[in-house]
């Protein structure tokens, strides 16, 4: 349903001058999108006239007319927000506001912190961000690379399992049956996620790091031997690191490491020098989640098959943050972490292309992933019960398949645009700070994810003081290694970085309240004033370093 708007152009002829557009005296708002409440439908457009409005409006199911104006002052950063809300009157299915409304703006076009933004309309369904820090403010969470929180519609089927739980694949009354497709489902929804050919490519897991884990014993142990050669890259999260060690001492292969180019991303022919006819297996990091670059993934995949090499992708901090479609990347393996991606803990998949899956012997035994057991012998299951021993994570596997549901519903396309004006502007709000060490590729360089790990310059300013002070302000980062210890040697960060990472739940205005609190802390830290980490005496602060070696 259109939604007609008159803007009254005759307004604070202080406002800056924006081009005029030929409507400027009405608009109509036009792209309707389901919001993730019933019975409303949100209309986003923004509204320009010649002295500077900019309005946003939706059209909800009591037909009210919600205004957010947004000010911000010539030569300063203060952004004012107000909510007008006026009755409309219905005509011919258009809205129109019974006032002229006089609201003075400054103009963000479509950016990531147009009026109501992506970030603002889905707080609501994000119970723990109305959460207060110890109790008296606002909680502004920036550490989704570490975990994301969790939208009401995944918490709702949690709890909808657990009040009628039962097991799956073994029961012949119908709570087990309705149980098994609820299972099922999950397992087709997270393969239409990621743009799997068929849900058997699906394999449920505690997590990635079990995932990378039974890549590594099942096919690694079957298909590698003395003189082969892994490829990884420095930037790896240990569990992309530690698995193809034991790997490699178990079978005889040896490991070489990709390096970076000086601006902190993936030297590509450093990678490409590396590959040969010994190159049996590729893995890496799609976004690393220190350095925040985006890996040239089916660049690498295409070299390394042409070598007869395999490629298993870490997706873990891509996933939750842009589209993902396997064929396009052109991979063997993709891990993926559900709380990294709106959904519960204690799951993850492993996507493989189903011929390769099948080549792989069992890691794991017990039920489930049998077809026939003997005294002497055993038969195993097609994928992917082969891969699934015992009772699986069922209500973990539900939850997981609802988040996808949710992120598919806000479509991943919608949310990588607003992530990326979210992630350069976190990144030059931060570059202009002085004194501050950003790692990783800065945005004019390319495309790069919604987290910025940095260190201040300054002796005894460490990153666990940082974190522990802005955290008595309400915000959540994340301080330490981030579980990549050798990146940060190489980076000459020996005690680790702080790192603010964002996802769609955030806004403009979490950003700029960040920057705000860690300026006032970075003064009083290099002050000598703040509570100081002292690296010979890990117990001797509150900040708690001695827990960074994660």
């Known amino acids: 349903m259109p939604l007609l708007v008159q803007v009254n152009p005759a ?38 006239c010649a002295e500077g409005h900019v309005l946003f409006c939706f059209v909800s199911a009591a037909s009210l007319v919600s205004v957010q104006a947004c000010l911000k002052r010539k030569g300063g950063s203060h952004r004012a927000f107000r909510r007008i809300q006026n009755k409309t009157r219905m005509q011919s299915g258009t809205a129109v506001l019974s006032d002229n409304l006089q609201v003075p703006c400054h103009h963000y076009g479509d950016s990531a912190d147009s009026i109501l933004s992506l970030g603002e309309q889905v707080k609501a369904d994000f119970p723990s961000l109305q959460m207060k820090a110890h109790g008296r403010m606002t909680l ?57 050919t068929s849900p058997e490519e699906v394999i449920f897991t505690s997590g990635a790091t079990e995932a990378i884990n039974l890549v590594a014993a099942s096919w690694g142990g079957k298909f590698l031997q003395t003189g082969d050669e892994i490829v990884l890259t420095v930037m790896e999260h240990h569990s992309n690191i530690v698995p193809w060690q034991l790997a490699a001492q178990k079978t005889g ?41 985006i890996n040239p993934i089916h660049e690498v995949s295409t070299a390394a098959h042409q070598v007869g090499a395999r490629v298993l992708l870490d997706a873990c901090q891509s996933v939750p943050h842009i589209p993902i479609n396997v064929a396009e990347l052109g991979v063997d393996w993709i891990v993926g972490s559900g709380h990294k991606m709106c959904g519960p803990t204690g799951i993850g998949f492993l996507w493989g292309q189903l011929s390769l899956l099948r080549e792989m012997p069992p890691w794991k035994g017990g039920g489930e ?71 990783g590729p800065p945005p004019r360089k390319g495309n790069r994810s919604a987290l910025v790990a940095f260190n201040d310059t300054s002796d005894d300013v460490y990153p666990a003081d940082v974190a522990t002070l802005l955290d008595s302000d309400g915000f959540a980062i994340r301080s330490g290694h981030h579980c990549a210890q050798p990146l940060h040697r190489i980076l000459g960060a020996t005690y680790g970085s702080a790192r603010a990472s964002l996802a769609f739940y955030n806004t403009i205005q979490d950003i700029d309240r960040f920057v705000d609190s860690l300026k006032e802390n970075l003064e009083m830290l290099r002050s000598g004033e703040g509570c100081m980490f002292d690296p010979d005496d890990p117990d001797s602060c509150y900040c708690g370093s001695q827990r960074m070696r994660s």
């Open 369 to 439: 992933m049998i077809k026939e057991v003997f005294l002497e012998t055993s038969t195993f299951a097609d994928v992917p019960a082969r891969f699934e021993a015992g009772t699986p994570p069922i209500a973990q596997a539900i939850g997981l398949g609802a988040a996808c549901k949710y992120l598919m519903h806000l479509d991943m396309r919608r949310i990588e645009s607003y992530e990326k004006h979210l992630a350069e502007h976190l990144w030059n709000s931060l570059e202009a700070i002085e004194g501050l060490k950003l790692y």
């Open 253 to 293: 292969a040896t490991i070489r490491y990709a390096q970076l180019t000086n601006d902190g991303e993936l030297d590509l022919q450093h990678l490409k020098s590396l590959l040969t006819p010994r190159t049996k297996l590729v893995a890496l990091t799609h976004v690393s989640n220190t350095l925040g670059c």
């Open 140 to 196: 502004t969470y920036l550490d989704s690379a570490a975990t994301s929180q969790k939208p009401k519609p995944m918490v709702d089927a949690l709890e909808h399992y657990y009040a009628g739980a039962a097991n799956v694949h073994r029961g012949a009354y119908e709570l087990s049956a309705s149980t098994t497709e609820a299972f099922e489902a999950a397992r087709a929804t997270v393969g239409q996620f990621i743009g799997a």
């Open 11 to 48: 307004f604070s002829q202080s406002q800056p001058r924006m081009p005029v557009h030929a409507s400027q005296r009405g608009w109509t708002i036009q792209n309707g999108q389901r919001s993730s409440h019933p019975n409303q439908w949100y209309y986003r457009k923004t509204l320009q």
